[in-house]
């Protein structure tokens, strides 16, 4: 019991300052991945361009083929719903990714909200859902 009683305090901050350090470590996972396959897909378009190139000169004229990734950082968060009018599930190779069909909350500010994540429970305090059912309001547009 001693020793605890010596023990100096840790400053709040510090935690969390690893907590924020956390998240954002969880959020940069995704695009590394992302960026990562992009560039795997690149060598191996490369090697299959510099085995045609060796096989056929005239080929070498045309350059090389390479996917491009391109990010558009958007103004403000937004919020997709899970109903499939919304989003769909798309399968590549053994990775699932979410296709957003829609846009079901444009501006959207709520805290602590992880991004890409099903389901969040913080979602039901967003004003285009229904607290009542856990689903978005039904909004029509004349």
């Known amino acids: 019991m001693v020793h605890?009683?010596?023990?100096?305090?840790?400053?709040?901050?510090k935690t969390l300052?690893?907590?924020?350090?956390e998240q954002l470590i969880r959020k940069l996972s995704r695009p590394i991945a992302e960026t990562a396959r992009l560039i795997?897909?690149?060598?191996?378009?490369?090697?299959?361009?510099?085995?045609?190139?060796?096989d056929?000169?005239?080929?070498a004229s045309q350059g090389i083929l390479q996917n491009n990734a391109t990010v558009k950082r958007l103004q403000h968060?937004?919020?997709v719903c899970t109903n499939e009018k919304c989003c769909r599930v798309?399968?590549?190779g053994d990775e699932t990714k979410m296709e957003y069909l829609s846009i079901c909350h444009d501006v959207c500010y709520l805290k602590g909200?992880?991004?890409e994540k099903l389901s969040d429970?913080?979602?039901?305090?967003?004003?285009?859902?229904?607290?009542?059912?856990?689903?978005?309001?039904?909004?029509?547009?004349?």
């Open 4 to 13: 605890i009683v010596i023990c100096p305090l840790h400053g709040v901050s």
């Open 17 to 21: 300052s690893l907590n924020e350090a």
């Open 40 to 54: 795997e897909e690149n060598i191996q378009l490369a090697k299959e361009c510099k085995e045609k190139v060796l």
């Open 56 to 59: 056929n000169s005239q080929i």
């Open 77 to 79: 968060p937004r919020t």
């Open 90 to 92: 798309i399968q590549e």
């Open 113 to 115: 909200i992880v991004q």
């Open 121 to 142: 429970p913080e979602l039901e305090y967003c004003e285009a859902m229904d607290p009542d059912t856990g689903k978005m309001f039904e909004i029509f547009f004349y």
